[in-house]
């Protein structure tokens, strides 16, 4: 069939024939007498044909009589949209004049991109503030628990299908009798179809993961009464739309009406855009080569040829986990220097992330009290050298202007989170935590307390605390310092950076020889969150709880009180429980060296969420479970006297920090067979002085608790 022509072709086409008659009147003219009658009808009809067609040359003119022509795109994005309470994936595009939203829809051949119209607004008819006294509506904010069932789906899904490559790489040849190697053409269908049902599978958690993410509203609305509310990952992306649109707000001096084909057209001419911007696409990683989880060493060297103010820039990084982008570090100010035009910030910092493949990197300026982004750049992690020579030099070209260099330095969390001998003989690091309780004469180690001390003092409103990583020099200062004179090192915590003193407090759990939970009660923790019976997997969790050694007992009760305090701010500092289970879950838990998990790097890599859904559990248990247990009491015992309070700590669904819901809530814990095991036997009734290797005397735990009614129910595991 012949192509149907665009709008373009269907404006231009009048005036080429306006053009052949002009050519035609000019014969005529030049033919025809002066004293002819017919030559001043004709010397005016051609006159009146010239002055039009010399002034579809003008672009001004031509612009409006084509519908935009000539307009240029500004800026364009993927974001989510909010309507009629749902949320869509949509394609925003800004141009000079028009702001215009776009549905992608894949082509019928899956080859391409097909973008439709969903509505458009006038720069010129564009207001960010609504009209009178209008109250705003709320944002249904995306919970917690469903968060952590997206992600928990993710890393399985994953699991899977790294399972499923070994396995097509062991079985895919076989050796015939020749000794030559053929194919087994058979496995390998069975496993592509298998493969492609889980790839799809995981494009669709992924997409799930990203559009449920988002929560900062940019509301915009126009003249004609109609509302518009985009939802943002955060406020740097915001603060960019508002900008573009309020710059080119002042050029737009008139309304703009286009039709649904003006627009189609617009949209049409704008997919080599698309094309070139593949940053922006929501990608699926499945080759383990493809991401890094672990502990990412980054020094933020410098930046040159920025076009910006030269004082007090700093640089903030932010890495990907399932395609959302959190802030994960952030440098001191520093000054350009003038005769080098070199911003110089040598700082770094220890980043723990999960999943990751993409890093953005932006670049602040001061003015007038106020932070503008400057340059910014994206980087797409080199994992295989990463991974194979621990440590590279990236060089990131930054927009508009500008590169920015960094060192990367790639730990597995195994080799990362292993065992650290102390630094001196007397220091605190590296001791075991009962060491540490009599050397001090306290049941908690006074560098817990001093950090969180300091934390409730100066960070509760810091936004990404305990998520956002402190400068390495700082946090390596205080760690000497708590190791030699802790009186200075209490000083010294004052006053440095709030980010520091939290990243110290995780390192600390992170570098203790036996951790917070214990190695050897790590996989029956596991196995106790996997329980199908929710009041079996409840029981079994308080009892473990209650069988951890008495220092490690109190700690743990003291820091879950810690986070608590934390998520109850989170309208200030952006970290609700569901982050703060995800930031210190690996510090707190880990599996031991000679552990199944230890040893298997798939089974690793599925177990990332099983520290966060464990500690989860414990920080949204009554506070009768953090009572320390009297001489001859048992868990069951204390279930059974705080069985009337259970309905009063649940979370809603609408807000993840409150305490006193009475809607229940719960984790996904679906665990692989390789992973963990659901055989039990019956529990001791141990007291948190007790020594945990009693309890480990069986192999696991009991489906049957023989005490009294639970404390607390969790609906969905």
Not at 164 to 185: V, Y
Not at 593 to 608: E, H, K, L, Y
């Amino acid at each position: 069939f012949k192509d149907v022509p665009n709008v373009n072709e269907l404006l231009r086409k009048p005036i080429e024939r306006l053009q052949s008659y002009s050519l035609v009147l000019n014969d005529l003219c030049q033919h025809t007498p002066e004293e002819h009658t017919d030559f001043s009808v004709l010397k005016q009809s051609l006159n009146v044909m010239s002055d039009f067609i010399a002034s579809t040359h003008d672009p001004r003119a031509f612009q409006q009589l084509s519908g935009g022509f000539n307009r240029e795109l500004v800026k364009q994005e993927l974001v989510v949209e909010l309507t009629e309470g749902s949320r869509k994936i949509r394609r925003l595009f800004l141009f000079h004049d028009v702001l215009i939203s776009a549905k992608e829809k894949s082509t019928r051949h899956g080859n391409g991109i097909k973008l439709e119209p969903k509505w458009y607004l006038p720069l010129h008819d564009l207001k960010f503030h609504p009209p009178g006294l209008e109250a705003l509506r709320p944002v249904p904010v995306t919970s917690d628990h469903e968060l952590s069932v997206i992600k928990s789906r993710l890393a399985e899904i994953k699991a899977q299908l790294n399972r499923g490559a070994k396995e097509k790489e062991r079985k895919g040849s076989t050796l015939d009798k020749d000794g030559s190697f053929k194919r087994n053409f058979k496995t390998q269908l069975l496993g592509g179809n298998r493969e492609d049902k889980l790839r799809k599978k995981l494009q669709e958690q992924q997409v799930s993961y990203w559009v449920a993410t988002p929560s900062l509203p940019l509301r915009l609305y126009g003249t004609n009464g109609k509302r518009f509310v985009f939802l943002l990952h955060n406020e740097d992306e915001r603060e960019s739309w508002i900008t573009a649109m309020k710059k080119l707000q002042p050029k737009a001096f008139q309304s703009v009406s286009l039709s649904q084909l003006e627009i189609q057209d617009l949209l049409s001419r704008q997919k080599v855009h698309l094309t070139r911007d593949q940053d922006e696409v929501i990608e699926v990683q499945t080759d383990e080569d493809e991401y890094i989880t672990g502990i990412l060493r980054v020094r933020v060297t410098s930046a040159t040829d920025l076009k910006a103010k030269q004082v007090g820039l700093h640089c903030a990084l932010e890495l990907d986990e399932y395609g959302r982008f959190d802030r994960k570090a952030r440098t001191l100010p520093v000054n350009t220097d003038m005769t080098t035009l070199t911003t110089t910030w040598d700082q770094d910092f220890e980043v723990e992330i999960a999943g990751a493949h993409m890093m953005k990197v932006m670049v602040f300026s001061k003015y007038l009290l106020k932070e503008e982004v400057c340059a910014s750049g994206k980087l797409k992690i080199p994992v295989k050298d990463l991974k194979s020579n621990k440590r590279c030099k990236v060089d990131i070209k930054l927009h508009p202007q500008g590169n920015v260099t960094l060192v990367l330095e790639y730990f597995t969390s195994l080799a990362s989170i292993g065992k650290r001998p102390g630094m001196i003989s007397s220091g605190v690091f590296g001791f075991p935590m009962d060491v540490i309780a009599k050397r001090e004469r306290h049941d908690i180690p006074l560098i817990v307390q001093t950090c969180v001390d300091e934390v409730e003092k100066r960070g509760l409103t810091e936004v990404g605390i305990y998520r956002v990583a402190g400068v390495l020099r700082d946090v390596q200062e205080l760690r000497v310092a708590f190791d030699t004179d802790y009186l200075q090192a209490q000083q010294l915590a004052s006053e440095t950076d709030i980010h520091a003193v939290a990243g110290l407090l995780k390192r600390y759990f992170r570098e203790l020889p036996d951790p917070l939970f214990t190695d050897e009660l790590y996989m029956s923790f596991v196995q106790a969150l996997g329980l199908s019976d929710p009041e079996a997997r409840e029981q079994s969790l308080v009892t473990l709880f209650h069988s951890l050694p008495l220092v490690n007992f109190k700690t743990a009760v003291y820091v879950f009180r810690h986070i608590r305090n934390i998520a109850a701010h989170a309208e200030f500092n952006k970290m609700t429980l569901n982050n703060l289970a995800t930031v210190f879950g690996p510090n707190l838990f880990r599996p031991g060296a000679s552990t199944a998990i230890a040893q298997n790097p798939m089974a690793a890599a599925f177990d990332v969420m099983s520290p966060v859904n464990i500690l989860m559990f414990f920080l949204i248990c009554p506070e009768e479970v953090y009572d320390e247990l009297n001489p001859g009491s048992t868990p069951s015992s204390v279930s059974k006297s705080g069985s009337k309070k259970r309905s009063g700590f649940n979370f809603s669904e609408d807000d993840s920090t409150s305490v006193s819901s009475t809607h229940s809530a719960g984790f996904v814990t679906s665990i692989p067979s390789s992973v963990a095991t659901t055989t039990v036997s019956s529990p001791l009734p141990l007291t948190p002085t007790s020594s945990s290797s009693a309890l480990l005397s069986s192999t696991s735990i009991n489906t049957t608790p023989s005490g009294g009614p639970l404390r607390f129910k969790q609906s969905v595991i």
